[in-house]
């Protein structure tokens, strides 16, 4: 008996839940957006987006600045697993999973990451990314109101082997004159005031949880740590696609 569709298959094969997948591959995004994007009604956006969410691609979380809204997120690492799966059902060797780019493949990349204090999140993304490549891409960060680093981002990153040093908190005012490979928005206040830099028109967003502002203190740190590393091991990926500027 030939055995069903994969779960992959299954839940993407829709023409608009491939084209919400498409669009959530670049960046974090309220339904209202995707709506806009799409040309397509509320109602139906949201009814596959719900599709996409049983079947565990895409991840919702509620928006910082505006609480009316809410942001939809691609899982990349279930994604990934899926599609793994995906090829190996049809032959085992089609069961292929990306390694991550030698750190020349990237070098000389430049990732700007920005979020509202420049105390945690976007100090954890800098300092990941400059770890996970040995400084080969060039990482920065700063925020649209700084506030000094948090002791409990400092530990958690140091609990990975990864030294903050002499980094400190700056503004995004600094970097405006600047150009990047990719400016990255990490909380959904900074994204709605977010400049527009050199040479790159849309930011792209990750909707991250400030973990300042979660009462399970410490642990809130280690999540949103792993989670920014999760998404750094994909952007490697991005990076190393990018075309050389001429």
Request: proline share 8%.
């Amino acid at each position: 008996m030939t055995a069903p569709p994969p779960a992959f298959v299954i839940a993407a094969g829709h023409p608009l839940r491939w084209l919400l997948l498409s669009e959530l591959a670049h960046g974090d995004r309220p339904v209202r957006e995707l709506t806009e994007l799409l040309g397509r009604p509320q109602n139906l956006v949201s009814y596959h987006l719900g599709k996409l969410r049983a079947a565990g691609l895409v991840t919702v979380r509620r928006s910082s600045a505006d609480g009316r809204d809410t942001y939809y997120a691609l899982d990349l690492a279930r994604c990934s697993a899926l599609l793994a799966e995906t090829g190996g059902a049809l032959h085992p060797g089609l069961r292929l999973i990306a390694p991550s780019p030698a750190a020349e493949a990237v070098a000389g990349r430049r990732v700007l990451f920005l979020c509202t204090g420049n105390s945690s999140r976007s100090q954890i993304a800098e300092a990941l990314l400059r770890h996970r490549t040995g400084g080969a891409v060039e990482a920065f960060s700063a925020g649209s109101h700084p506030k000094p680093i948090h002791p409990y981002a400092v530990a958690a990153l140091a609990d990975r082997g990864v030294e903050l040093g002499a980094a400190r908190s700056k503004h995004l005012s600094e970097y405006t004159a600047e150009r990047f490979d990719r400016v990255i928005t990490l909380c959904d206040r900074v994204r709605e005031v977010c400049p527009e830099f050199p040479g790159h028109s849309r930011p792209v967003h990750w909707s991250v949880p400030d973990p300042a502002r979660d009462p399970a203190g410490r642990p809130a740190f280690d999540r949103v740590t792993t989670e920014l590393d999760e998404r750094i091991t994909f952007l490697l990926h991005t990076l190393e696609a990018l075309e050389e500027a001429p």
